[in-house]
Every structure is written in C-alpha cells, then in structure tokens.
C-alpha cells in the first residue's frame, strides 16, 4: 500500500480561491501526489493511478466507512465489524454479526495493507477493491440492502452532496464515485510500523535472542505461505481444518474446481495481538492453540498442501521451545500505531 504524506492545514490555505473546479480537483492531486511506498514493501496491486487518493476523497471514504445508512434499517457501517482497535476485525467474534444480529459462517477478516490484494474474502470470491463492498452491502446477513437504496439515502443526508462534489466535483452521488470513495480510505490502512518493520529498516533496534531465534524458525517453517514483508502471499491453501458444522468448502463454490475444496485464503500474520479468533471460522482463540492445530491435529484430506506433510506425516514439526520462540517473534509484527492512528477513527462531532 502506498503511504499519504500528510499535510498541515496551512498547506491548504494557500490554494488559490479563484481556480476553476478542474484546476482544484488538479490542485488536490497535485497535493496528495507525495505518496510514499513503505521501505520494503513491493509494488502494490492496486490500481492507484486509476484513483488517486485526494484528501476530499479520502476523507468521504472515511465517513462512508463508518456510516450506518449502508445497511437496511440504519444500524451497521463497515466499522460496526472491522474495528480499529482491533486491526479492522470482529475481535471475539467467532463468525460475523450483522444486520438484525444475524450470524455469518466466516471470521470478520482484518482490514489492512489491502492495497496490495488480488483478491478480498476468504475464498477470493471479489477480485477489485473498488467492488467489495458490494458483497457486505447486499448480503443478507450482513447489511441486507441494495446500492440503489443507499444513493437515495445519502442524496437525501446532507452533506453527502456536497461532499461528492468536493471530492469528485459532481454532487450526483454515483455508485462509481461512492466505491473509489470507499476504496481511497481503504489502501490508506497501512500497517508498516511494527517493531519487525523497524529492524527491517535498520532504524536503531534489534530483535532479542529469543526473538532473532524465532524469526529463524519462523523463516524455516512458516515462510513459505506466509511471506515477507506482507506475511501472506495471497494464495489459497487446505491447512489441514476439519471442515465446519456448515462444510465450508471454501474457494470451491467460486471456481468450481475441485482441487479448490477447503482451500482458503492465506491471511496476513500482522497484528496478530489484535485479531483473535483465528482461521477462516475462527475456531481458535489463542495463538498457541494455532500452533497446536499446525503440530500435531492437521487432517489429511485430497486437497491438503503439500506444505503440510513432512516425511508423509501431516503437519508441522515444532517443539514446545520452537513454538515459544515463534509466538515471541509473531509479537513483533504488532503495529501500536495502526490501531492507535486517528486519522483512521470515526470522526467525532
């Protein structure tokens, strides 16, 4: 994801007052142009030249992101499932709660460093950013409303008009305008500053014996899947889950290859302090019990990865001293300042 460089307000009021709507628009583009690409991090995925982000722009994503108005009856926005404090996820939830406290079947997955996603959901089932949020928005259990009734509604609510016109310089509210709103927010939630990032960086600290040796193990065992410095390499894999009391086949039902079934998304082990409970159903609550599913309770099935077998055993060999090392090391990938960012929180008025 690319990182905005934030500018004080005395930059803004040097903007001449007698530009044209187009020269403003230009002028923000200009303005917000200053983007920096986190030190370590690749290319990302996303289109941003398709969709610069503006501070207009970003600041309607952000109020659209935290607004009820989405869902059917005016109770849930995006932020009522992806909290900040909780790296944008459900933290306790097992399974989604949405509209009318009806229950999803997957975990509310964080939120985070999606600039660099090629895919969005568990089973990859949404291939652009700028047309996820439909699925939460017309889904039965989660929003249960239509994109047509939500632009009613924010036409009627001002200042939703004139804040489509700063943004966009059109106060028609279009579902276009209203996704590149929604997607200008979302690549902004970067999580790069954890102290994993900082070492990286060679910014004056270093990891502790304990957690030097973790990161080895880690490297041994874990980064295969779960790669540098984005700690997902956004495949889908069988990790050996014993599939649910719903039988979530997982990407199946997307591709209809059966090679598919019970393959999930390989998710981002950043801010993993933040984000319990864990897996595609969040069945378990704790870090360690991850790692006891990986050592010894993987179950073998057609589609398992290859990965996870060792000698034809399912699994991952690690032994009590290896997985306290491990979880040391995962530590370092928690960002404080993500969750923390203001910048990021529902505007309070």
Known sequence: MIKLQWLTAVSFIFLLPACSKNEKMKE????????????????????????????????????????????????ISCGSCHLQTSAFTHHGHDISHGIDDRLGSRNTPPIM?????????????????????????????????TVANVLVKLRNTPPYPALFKKAFGASDITTADMMKALSQFMVMLVSDQSKYDSVMRKQGVGFTTEEQQGYEIFQQKCNSCHREPLFTDHSFRNNGIMPG??????????TLNPADKYKFKVPSLRNLAYTAPYMHDGRFYTLQGVLTHYNSEVTETPTLDPLLKTNGRPGISLSAEEQQKLLTFLNTLNDRSFIKDQRLSQETQ
Do not use: C, H
């Not at 941003?48 to 009856?73: C, D, I, M, Q």
């Not at 009391?245 to 997307?254: A, F, I, M």
């Open 245 to 254: 009391p719903n039988n979530d086949e997982g990407r199946y039902p997307v």
């Open 113 to 145: 460093n999606l600039a660099w996603n090629p895919t969005f959901m568990w089973d990859g089932g949404v291939f652009d950013l700028d047309l996820q949020p439909v699925a939460p928005i017309t889904n039965f259990v989660e929003m249960d409303e």
């Open 28 to 75: 923000q583009v200009v303005a917000f142009a200053g983007f920096q690409q986190p030190s370590g991090f690749p290319a990302p995925a996303y289109k941003l030249a398709n969709n610069r982000v503006t501070k207009y722009g970003f600041e309607l994503g952000r109020k659209l992101f935290y607004e009820p108005r989405l869902s059917r009856n005016n109770t």
